[in-house]
């Protein structure tokens, strides 16, 4: 496994990072808002946008040392589908064709309240919009290369303590309790068992603990002029944007509140990156104190909330902002120019999630027992449960995935996945598609030969399933609770956690060899494969 990723990471790679020069370092940035009705994404349930909340925004962000280079990008959305990644790298090839697209790391900050971008929306606006989001990415790609000057960069990191597992596990099986009168197990009808729920009530004499720790680390990447003139900065934190969850409006979530914070203090002149670091099982709220909460923001606020998620976006904001604070007073002491980049771009391709023969006898139990609820409902016919039939469809579906699996994976046992790792000097970068629990990174982080190690979460997806969306990617230990993001019945389309394993390991070894040798070594076989710091875009 670790040589096919070797040899086709050094597609993209150079064998000769001596000859690397000073950094040159360029920035832009866009609104991609729309004031149209869109449908957004992040909820099982249709949503259409009822205005916009604050503007949506896509930054880019180069890095060049003359030899390799990194193009950071973000976009204000749920995530980013593979379609959407080819699109964008064409339309930069064709508008600049000198730019490595390979090279480009296309991340959401995974606001659920940002423009669907699923092909199935087919409806004029939602089309209109992705047409033109492609163009504002390209073209901010594209400023962003040309804007090009020499600079410099520092790092370092600090705490904010801003997402708590989303979790709560419990003593007893969740889906075995009897329901109250009047209501059916319809939904999630026979997901088997589940010691963990998400955003369950903690308040509950069988709660054990929460699932997750709290991962408080902040990663900063800072860039300057050759003046040590702070020109922008990259905020690397676990925790998606989703205190605005509920919001029927278009939003950035807390990132706007920050990105206004740094207006405050620098002006316009100021560039800022998001990026979501490892937190697939994370959320914004403690379950267990939400009562000190409330009281806590009524004290504090003496009003109730504008809208959905505000005191809590205020909350993560001037968190994060005392650690951009704390840091870059330290961080600013050690600049670096003349520093080498060594990027390696490649695909690799994960175990995937699969159906035991006991879970597939389950299911098919379970379809049965549906069925029968159909032909015979145990409710009164004038007291239906709400949206019965459109629930018992789904749960049958559900099932069918289940059974239907063993059989998809012989033919496809792997997802692909686009794979970055990088370093600039001493830092490292680590992308991935999936929506990964927060342990990934960690592992990644823990065994990284480099002084600092950035993950990023929902990155462009892979290129044999590119209308999928990022799916999670959970641990043994989710996957022993089970629960949604955490069972074969929502992981269908996702790797197993062997697959996120295989994942960390192959993270390592790459940066190993590139904390070693400057570089992944070249292939054994002559001729198979090229060894060019920059790939010419295609």
Same mark, same amino acid.
């Given at each position: 496994?670790?040589?096919?990723?070797?040899?086709?990471?050094?597609?993209?790679?150079?064998?000769?990072?001596?000859?690397?020069?000073?950094?040159?370092?360029?920035?832009?940035?866009?609104?991609?808002?729309?004031?149209?009705?869109?449908?957004?994404?992040?909820?099982?349930?249709?949503?259409?946008?009822?205005?916009?909340?604050?503007?949506?925004?896509?930054?880019?962000?180069?890095?060049?040392?003359?030899?390799?280079?990194?193009?950071?990008?973000?976009?204000?959305?749920?995530?980013?589908?593979?379609?959407?990644?080819?699109?964008?790298?064409?339309?930069?090839?064709?508008?600049?064709?000198?730019?490595?697209?390979?090279?480009?790391?296309?991340?959401?900050?995974?606001?659920?309240?940002?423009?669907?971008?699923?092909?199935?929306?087919?409806?004029?606006?939602?089309?209109?919009?992705?047409?033109?989001?492609?163009?504002?990415?390209?073209?901010?790609?594209?400023?962003?290369?040309?804007?090009?000057?020499?600079?410099?960069?520092?790092?370092?990191? !600090?705490?904010?303590?801003?997402? *708590?597992?989303?979790?709560?596990?419990?003593? !007893?099986?969740?889906?075995?309790?009897?329901?109250?009168?009047?209501?059916?197990?319809?939904?999630?009808?026979?997901?088997?068992?589940?010691?963990?729920?998400?955003?369950?009530?903690?308040?509950?004499?069988?709660?054990?603990?929460?699932?997750?720790?709290?991962?408080?680390?902040?990663?900063?990447?800072?860039?300057?002029?050759?003046?040590?003139?702070?020109?922008?900065?990259?905020?690397?934190?676990?925790?998606?944007?989703?205190?605005?969850?509920?919001?029927?409006?278009?939003?950035?979530?807390?990132?706007?509140?920050?990105?206004?914070?740094?207006?405050?203090?620098?002006?316009?002149?100021?560039?800022?990156?998001?990026?979501?670091?490892?937190?697939?099982?994370?959320?914004?709220?403690?379950?267990?104190?939400?009562?000190?909460? !409330?009281?806590?923001? @009524?004290?504090?606020?003496?009003? @109730?909330? !504008?809208?959905?998620?505000?005191?809590?976006?205020? @909350?993560?904001?001037?968190?994060?902002?005392?650690? *951009?604070?704390?840091?870059?007073?330290?961080?600013?002491?050690?600049?670096?120019?003349?520093?080498?980049?060594?990027?390696?771009?490649?695909?690799?391709?994960?175990?995937?999630?699969?159906?035991?023969?006991?879970?597939?006898?389950?299911?098919?139990?379970?379809?049965?027992?549906?069925?029968?609820?159909?032909?015979?409902?145990?409710?009164?016919?004038?007291?239906?449960?709400?949206?019965?039939?459109?629930?018992?469809?789904?749960?049958?579906?559900?099932?069918?995935?289940?059974?239907?699996?063993?059989?998809?994976?012989?033919?496809?046992?792997?997802?692909?996945?686009?794979?970055?790792?990088?370093?600039?000097?001493?830092?490292?970068?680590?992308?991935?598609?999936?929506?990964?629990?927060?342990?990934?990174?960690?592992?990644?982080?823990?065994?990284?030969? *480099?002084?600092?190690? *950035?993950?990023?979460?929902?990155?462009?997806?892979?290129?044999?399933?590119?209308?999928?969306?990022?799916?999670?990617?959970?641990?043994?230990?989710?996957?022993?609770?089970?629960?949604?993001?955490?069972?074969?019945?929502?992981?269908?389309?996702?790797?197993?956690?062997?697959?996120?394993?295989?994942?960390?390991?192959?993270?390592?070894?790459?940066?190993?060899?590139?904390?070693?040798?400057?570089?992944?070594?070249?292939?054994?076989?002559?001729?198979?494969?090229?060894?060019?710091?920059?790939?010419?875009?295609?």
């Amino acid at each position: 496994m670790l040589k096919r990723s070797l040899i086709a990471a050094s597609l993209v790679l150079s064998a000769f990072a001596a000859f690397a020069g000073p950094l040159k370092i360029g920035w832009a940035t866009a609104d991609i808002s729309t004031d149209r009705p869109i449908f957004m994404q992040g909820t099982p349930s249709e949503r259409r946008s009822q205005g916009l909340r604050d503007p949506l925004t896509t930054t880019a962000l180069v890095i060049d040392d003359g030899e390799d280079c990194v193009i950071f990008n973000s976009w204000d959305t749920c995530c980013v589908f593979g379609f959407m990644a080819k699109r964008v790298r064409e339309a930069v090839a064709k508008k600049c064709p000198e730019i490595p697209v390979r090279k480009i790391i296309m991340n959401a900050t995974h606001t659920h309240n940002g423009p669907a971008l699923a092909p199935k929306y087919k409806d004029e606006n939602s089309v209109a919009y992705r047409d033109a989001l492609v163009e504002k990415v390209a073209d901010t790609i594209v400023r962003a290369w040309r804007a090009r000057k020499p600079g410099k960069i520092g790092y370092g990191y !600090d705490f904010a303590v801003i997402g *708590f597992s989303r979790r709560p596990v419990y003593f !007893d099986d969740v889906n075995a309790r009897p329901l109250p009168e009047g209501h059916y197990r319809i939904s999630g009808y026979g997901d088997g068992k589940a010691f963990a729920k998400l955003h369950g009530n903690a308040n509950d004499p069988m709660f054990s603990h929460m699932e997750a720790a709290p991962d408080p680390f902040v990663n900063f990447l800072f860039t300057y002029d050759l003046n040590d003139k702070l020109t922008g900065v990259v905020f690397n934190a676990a925790m998606p944007s989703q205190a605005s969850l509920g919001d029927m409006k278009l939003t950035s979530d807390y990132w706007h509140n920050v990105r206004c914070e740094l207006k405050k203090e620098y002006g316009d002149g100021i560039f800022m990156l998001p990026q979501c670091a490892a937190a697939g099982d994370l959320t914004y709220r403690i379950p267990y104190y939400n009562k000190a909460t !409330d009281r806590k923001n @009524r004290l504090l606020y003496g009003r @109730r909330r !504008d809208y959905v998620g505000e005191f809590d976006r205020i @909350r993560i904001a001037e968190q994060l902002m005392a650690a *951009f604070h704390r840091t870059i007073e330290w961080a600013q002491k050690d600049l670096g120019s003349d520093l080498t980049i060594n990027h390696v771009s490649t695909t690799i391709r994960l175990k995937r999630f699969n159906a035991t023969p006991e879970e597939v006898a389950a299911a098919k139990q379970n379809i049965a027992e549906l069925e029968a609820i159909r032909q015979n409902p145990p409710w009164s016919a004038d007291r239906p449960p709400k949206d019965w039939e459109r629930r018992l469809n789904r749960s049958i579906r559900r099932n069918k995935w289940v059974i239907e699996l063993p059989d998809e994976v012989k033919k496809k046992p792997t997802w692909a996945s686009e794979f970055h790792v990088l370093r600039i000097g001493d830092i490292a970068f680590v992308s991935e598609r999936y929506e990964l629990y927060t342990d990934f990174g960690q592992r990644i982080q823990a065994r990284s030969p *480099f002084t600092q190690t *950035f993950t990023i979460q929902c990155c462009a997806g892979g290129p044999d399933d590119m209308w999928t969306t990022n799916h999670y990617l959970a641990t043994k230990r989710a996957v022993a609770n089970g629960g949604y993001q955490a069972s074969v019945y929502d992981n269908a389309n996702a790797p197993s956690p062997e697959g996120g394993q295989q994942m960390v390991d192959t993270a390592i070894r790459l940066l190993n060899h590139l904390k070693k040798y400057n570089q992944v070594p070249p292939p054994k076989k002559p001729g198979a494969a090229e060894t060019r710091k920059a790939e010419p875009a295609k």
